[in-house]
């Protein structure tokens, strides 16, 4: 079976990430768009970045990224922003942060909950980060020993099994990613921050075989009701 629409019959969904900046890097343009149709996206992240920017001290880093996280979440229509203090790369999957992941579907009784990709990798000599993994995993733990599980668990990330078309949302994940001044300039200080936006996002909204030329981000089904997918 090809790749599918996203799905359509939901009005809440959580969008549960380890760092600032994870949602932005993939799914910005497709939460643009839903919270634009009315629906309630909410985001929670583990840790508040704190080891992101190099040559700055971790507590001045936590303060700067999650003022960088709320005003980039607020560009795409997300208000609800909750960060906990799991220690950023050094996210593991154990039984307090699945507890956490836990209570927070069942505060929100989502439709969908959304993560990060926990895949070794993002392509061929690209590693995905430890701390994804581990998120990633205990994530679907949760989801599944969840009294109150969401209808659909995805993962935003490569080889996706359901798209969102986002054509008219681009330029907003792209104003949204570069709201992450301060690490950006950081991270690469030889590429202006937009122009680091714009290359970013317009990898991660490239057409899809079978949507023609539009814009897509792509998820990747992992539960359905709690049946693994793939």
Same mark, same amino acid.
Request: proline share 9%; no cysteine.
């Given at each position: ?92 999957? &154990? #039984?307090? *942060?699945?507890? !956490? ?7 929100? $009784? %989502? +439709? ?78 030889? &590429? #202006?921050? *937009?122009?680091? !936006? ?7 909204? $490239? %057409? +899809? ?22």
């Amino acid at each position: 079976m090809g790749m599918q629409p996203f799905p359509d019959d939901w009005d809440t969904a959580l969008v549960l990430v380890p760092h600032p900046d994870d949602p932005e890097y993939g799914m910005a343009a497709a939460v643009a768009k839903w919270t634009a149709a009315g629906r309630d996206v909410r985001y929670v992240l583990a840790s508040r970045g704190e080891a992101g920017i190099a040559g700055m001290p971790p507590e001045r880093a936590g303060t700067v990224r999650e003022a960088e996280q709320r005003r980039s979440a607020a560009v795409v229509g997300v208000h609800d922003v909750r960060f906990w203090n799991f220690p950023d790369s050094r996210i593991r999957d &154990t #039984p307090d *942060l699945r507890a !956490a992941i836990a209570d927070a579907i069942t505060r929100v $009784a %989502p +439709q969908v909950v959304i993560t990060i990709y926990g895949g070794p990798e993002w392509g061929p000599g690209m590693p995905n980060q430890r701390d994804h993994i581990e998120f990633a995993t205990a994530v679907a733990a949760a989801f599944d020993e969840s009294a109150h599980p969401a209808r659909w668990l995805f993962e935003n990330g490569p080889d996706p099994t359901h798209v969102e078309v986002v054509d008219g949302y681009v330029d907003l994940a792209v104003e949204a990613l570069a709201a992450h001044e301060v690490y950006l300039s950081v991270l690469d200080p030889q &590429t #202006p921050v *937009l122009e680091q !936006a714009r290359r970013q996002i317009a990898a991660a909204t $490239a %057409p +899809q075989p079978g949507f023609g030329d539009q814009s897509t981000v792509g998820f990747i089904l992992k539960r359905d009701r709690g049946v693994s997918a793939r």
